[in-house]
Every structure is written in structure tokens, then in C-alpha cells.
């Protein structure tokens, strides 16, 4: 995930601005309740919280290798590519 919307999410999911700093230096994790919610609402997998550095990338520089990329996403990126090498 992007970690400007991934920022974004925790803002509007009630943390304030240090919270989030905390978390995104791995200093502080939401409660498993929060955490529970996350995963529901934003697809935050719960086990993201043990490495959150990783989870949240700071730029999308390959979506094929992001690994919250759905495959028909990346079936529709490598069809693009395709329709270009052919035009």
C-alpha cells in the first residue's frame, strides 16, 4: 500500500499526526481491536503490524510486485504492455 494513503487511512481512522508518525517508525501499533477494523474496512492484513515499514511503500514503483495489487489488475497492466509492443 501507499504510504500516503496508508497515512491518510490512519489519520481519518482517528490517530493523530504523532500516532502515526510512531507508527509508521514502528514505535506503536493500534490495539488488536483496531487493528481487527483495519483489516476489515481498509485491507490492512492484521500480521502487516509486525513489519509496517514494508507494508507501507513509499511510491508504487512496480504495482506486479505490490503484493495488495489484485491479479486481475496486474492481467490488465501486462494486457496494456502487450497492446503497446504490438501497435
Known amino acids: 500500500m501507499e504510504q500516503k494513503l496508508f497515512k ?3 489519520i481519518d481512522f482517528g490517530y493523530s499526526d504523532e500516532s502515526v508518525k ?3 517508525q514502528g514505535k506503536m501499533v493500534p ?3 483496531k487493528a481487527i477494523k483495519l483489516q476489515e474496512d481498509h485491507d490492512i492484513p492484521v500480521l502487516a503490524w509486525k513489519n509496517i ?3 507501507a ?3 508504487k ?3 506486479s510486485s505490490m503484493p495488495d495489487t489484485p491479479v486481475h ?3 490488465q497492466s501486462e494486457n ?3 497492446q503497446k509492443e504490438i501497435a
Open 57 to 59: 511503500v513509499r511510491t
Open 8 to 10: 491518510k487511512i490512519l
Open 31 to 33: 490495539t488488536l481491536q
Open 22 to 24: 510512531k507508527m509508521m
Open 61 to 63: 514503483k512496480d504495482k
Open 53 to 55: 515499514r514494508s507494508f
Open 80 to 82: 496494456q504492455l502487450h
Open 73 to 75: 489488475v496486474q492481467e
